[in-house]
C-alpha cells in the first residue's frame, strides 16, 4: 500500500535558484539559507527515504500561458524536462516520473471528482526546479525520487480557493493509501510565503504573518484555508496569495501533524519559508 | 484599469484576475516571447515592429517606450511575463521594483533586511 511519509512547505523564490547555481552555500546573505534547508534535507536522505515526490507548484507562462492555463494540472510522464525560462537553462539532471503512479493518481483523483488536465509532456520551470536541489541532492545525471508535477492556478483568478486545495490534498491521500504498490510517498507545497511583485506595494512583506502561517497550518490549517483570497492578499502582497498551495500538502497529511524542522528569513522581497512534517495520527 | 480592480481594494496592488488579463494579453503575450533570444534579437532590432506585430494597444506601447512599468502594470501587464522585457532591456528585479514604488534602486534596496541576496 502507498503511504504518505512526510509534507514538506517551501517558498520557490528563484534568486534561490540562481544563488544555488551560483555555489553561493557560503556566502554570508545566503549561508542562513542553505544552513536552514539542510536538516531537511538530511532527514528526508537518512529517515524518510521517498520513493516518488509529489511536487505542487505553478508554471509562469513555461509549459503554459494566459492562452490556456488549467487550474489543476498533473504529470503523467515517465520523465519531466528542465525548462529555460529566459534567463538561461539551470545546470540540473532532467527528472524521472513514475507514470504508473501518476496514472493511478489521475484515475483515482478525477474519480473523485477532481478533474484534472492531464500532461504527458511538462517542462519544469522555477515554481518546481527551486525547492528540488535543496531538499534532494542530485549529480549531473539523476536524482535519489521520481516526481509528479502537480500544477495549481495561481497566476489568474480566479484560483481555485484554499478549501479546495486542502480538499484535494485530502483525495491524493486517499489514492496514495490505495496504491498496492508499497511506494513511500512525500508530498511538498511550494509558493509564498508573504511577498509582492507588482505596483506601489511592490516588496511588501509580513513577517509576523508567515511566522503566524508556519504554526497555524499546523494546528488550524482549515481555519486558514477558509480565508479570502484577498484576505490573504491583503496580509502576504498579491502573489503572496500562492500560499494556497501548502493547503494541497497539508490535506495529505493527518488531522495532527508532528513538526520536523521550520526556517524563515526575508532577506529581500519574499519571507522565504520552509516547513518539514510528519504525521503523527 | 479595469473598474474590477475596485472590488479587491488592496492599495497599491494589481490583482491580477481575468479582466486585468484579458487587458494586458498582447501586452503578456508580446513579452513571453522574449525567453526566446532570437525573439529578444527581433525586440531590440525595432521594438515598434515588433510591438505592432503583438497588436499592443497605444498607450500600451507608449508605456513601454518610455519603460514606465507601474502603467504598464495598470494596464494588464503581468511582472512574471514583463520580467522577460526587462531582462532584454537591462533592466532586472529590483529595478523595476523600486520604479514601482517611486524610489531609486538605492532607496529601495535600503529598505530590504539582507540587500547583499540578490
Not at chain 1, 203 to 209: A, K, M, S, T
Not at chain 1, 228 to 256: L, N, P, Y
Request: glycine share 10%; with cysteine.
Amino acid at each position: 500500500m502507498g503511504k504518505i511519509v512526510a509534507g514538506i512547505g517551501s517558498s520557490h523564490v528563484p534568486s534561490i535558484g540562481r544563488a544555488y547555481d551560483q555555489k553561493k552555500q557560503a556566502d554570508p546573505a545566503w549561508q542562513p539559507l542553505f544552513d536552514g534547508y539542510e536538516p531537511v534535507k538530511r532527514w528526508l536522505a537518512e529517515e524518510v527515504k521517498a520513493d516518488v515526490v509529489i511536487l505542487v507548484y505553478n508554471d509562469h507562462g513555461t509549459e503554459f500561458f494566459l492562452d490556456c492555463y488549467p487550474t489543476f494540472a498533473l504529470g503523467v510522464a515517465d520523465s519531466y524536462a528542465v525548462a529555460d525560462e529566459g534567463y538561461g537553462k539551470r545546470p540540473l539532471p532532467d527528472f524521472p516520473g513514475d507514470a504508473a503512479f501518476s496514472e493511478h493518481l489521475a484515475n483515482h483523483l478525477v474519480a473523485d471528482e477532481f478533474d484534472l488536465t492531464l500532461c504527458q509532456e511538462m517542462a519544469l520551470d522555477h515554481g518546481f526546479l527551486t525547492a528540488m536541489p535543496l531538499l534532494w541532492d542530485h549529480d549531473d545525471t539523476a536524482w535519489p525520487v521520481k516526481v509528479v508535477p502537480l500544477l495549481v492556478n495561481v497566476i489568474q483568478h480566479p484560483l481555485p480557493t484554499g478549501q479546495r486545495c486542502y480538499k484535494l490534498g485530502e483525495a491524493i491521500r486517499r489514492a496514495v493509501e490505495a496504491y498496492p504498490e508499497d511506494t513511500r510517498v512525500a508530498v511538498v507545497g511550494t509558493g509564498g510565503l508573504s511577498h509582492q511583485l507588482n505596483g506601489e506595494r511592490f516588496g511588501h512583506i509580513n513577517e509576523e504573518w508567515d511566522k503566524q502561517w508556519l504554526q497555524r497550518i499546523q494546528d488550524a490549517p482549515r481555519e486558514l484555508a477558509a480565508l479570502s483570497h484577498k484576505e490573504v492578499m491583503t496580509a502576504a502582497g498579491a502573489e503572496g496569495g500562492e500560499v494556497i498551495m501548502w493547503f494541497v500538502m497539508r490535506g495529505a497529511m493527518t488531522e495532527r501533524v508532528e513538526e520536523v524542522h521550520r526556517f524563515y528569513y526575508a532577506p529581500m522581497t519574499t519571507g522565504i519559508g520552509l516547513l518539514a512534517l510528519n504525521n503523527s495520527d | 484599469m479595469p473598474d474590477t480592480q475596485e472590488r479587491w481594494g488592496i492599495p497599491g496592488t494589481y490583482v491580477f484576475d481575468l479582466a486585468l488579463s484579458r487587458q494586458g494579453y498582447a501586452i503578456n503575450k508580446m513579452c513571453n516571447s522574449l525567453k526566446f533570444d532570437e525573439n529578444r534579437e527581433a525586440f531590440k532590432a525595432d521594438e515598434e515592429a515588433y510591438m505592432e506585430r503583438y497588436g499592443l494597444s497605444e498607450e500600451q506601447k507608449q508605456a513601454i517606450r518610455e519603460r514606465d512599468w507601474l502603467r504598464l502594470t495598470q494596464l494588464g501587464g503581468n511582472l512574471f511575463f514583463f520580467l522577460k522585457l526587462g531582462a532584454t532591456l537591462g533592466y532586472g528585479l529590483y529595478t523595476i521594483g523600486a520604479q514601482m514604488r517611486g524610489e531609486s534602486y538605492e532607496q529601495f534596496m535600503s529598505t530590504r533586511n539582507v540587500p547583499g541576496a540578490t
